[in-house]
């Protein structure tokens, strides 16, 4: 009986030390989810003085009225918040980045006063020379990201080049204590024709290299996240001049698990235009990449057929949808 006894203490110990172990190793682990969208025109419907926002105004052609506005808002929420819907370790993501928010007003009403309110989420935004007064933003629990600096890099205009989307970069730190360097994109779109256009989009890609040389210069082997709209596919040349610079695109090949093989879809097919980058040193910590194609966001497409990104306009045409885009959603996992 003695040494049966004395069998079972030795089983238990281990067994207790095991744990002991496995719980140290959960407290020094840090998972990490980051989601990248465009909103799809987050604008508030009053006129922003000096911009082009009037389209966007309740006796404008849009009918843009308070009840639509906070519909998207919500909307904006549900789909942020669907990105972590399967997810076992967390309950919202942790770094978001937005493309097309309007400006301090809606970014507000989006963490304070939408589905989001209980998130807890802070945020950083752009004040761009775009025309249009649109910018991009990043959300950020203080929970998990807490910011160190960050900056608004403006883009040096070409000949034709409209005033674009400042680049916002913003650097923070994890619980690990990892440093991250995070930008929020939103190149020139390819209104006018992509040929055209492509100057203005390696316009910005140029600029992008630039301060990540700069960056590199000062932080030796830094961890970069570079996220956004860029209105170009993974092969082309703004594209190419990021991935030489030693960026790898880890949403090239992301596709959803309900059909969609894009984040953006045009005449019937699937485009990838929104992408999220990362640099050799966070090579190791990248777990997972997807888009969310959530049931809610998508609806059949009765020209071509399949399934489509459930908008919130067909030109001027409003239907209670959630974004011409669909959200990526890409974990990483960090240890002391």
Not at 151 to 157: F, K, Q
Not at 291 to 307: K, S, T, V, W
């Amino acid at each position: 009986m003695k040494i049966t006894m004395k069998r079972l203490f030795c089983c238990s110990l281990l067994i207790f030390n095991l744990s002991f172990i496995l719980c140290l190793h959960a407290e020094f682990v840090q998972r990490l989810t980051f989601v990248e969208l465009n909103c799809e025109n987050l604008f508030d419907c009053l006129h922003d003085a000096g911009k082009q926002d009037t389209e966007y105004l309740p006796d404008a052609g849009r009918h843009w009225s308070s009840a639509r506005y906070w519909r998207k808002v919500n909307h904006v929420g549900q789909t942020l918040l669907a990105c972590s819907a399967d997810s076992a370790y967390t309950a919202i993501p942790d770094l978001i980045a937005l493309c097309e928010v309007e400006n301090d007003s809606t970014l507000r009403d989006l963490t304070r006063r939408s589905l989001l309110r209980n998130a807890g989420y802070e945020y950083l935004m752009t004040e761009s020379p775009d025309e249009r007064g649109i910018d991009v933003a990043l959300l950020y629990s203080p929970l998990t990201f807490a910011p160190i600096c960050y900056e608004t890099i403006g883009v040096p205009l070409v000949k034709g080049m409209r005033p674009t989307r400042d680049i916002l970069y913003v650097q923070g730190r994890l619980a690990t204590g990892d440093t991250l360097h995070v930008f929020v994109v939103h190149a020139p779109s390819r209104f006018g024709g992509e040929r055209t256009t492509r100057p203005y989009r390696l316009q910005v890609a140029k600029r992008l290299t630039e301060f990540v040389e700069t960056l590199r210069a000062e932080h030796p082997n830094p961890k970069i996240i570079m996220a956004g709209d860029f209105n170009d596919g993974p092969d082309r040349p703004a594209m190419q001049l990021l991935a030489d610079s030693g960026l790898r695109n880890v949403t090239a090949e992301a596709t959803g698990s309900h059909g969609a093989r894009g984040t953006y879809y045009y005449e019937g097919a699937w485009e990838h235009i929104d992408h999220v980058l990362i640099s050799g040193a966070l090579a190791d910590h990248l777990r997972s990449s997807r888009i969310n194609d959530a049931p809610f966001l998508l609806e059949p497409d009765d020209r071509y057929g399949g399934l489509r990104p459930r908008r919130t306009y067909h030109g001027y045409k409003y239907q209670p949808g959630f974004s011409d885009h669909l959200p990526l959603v890409v974990t990483f996992q960090f240890s002391f």
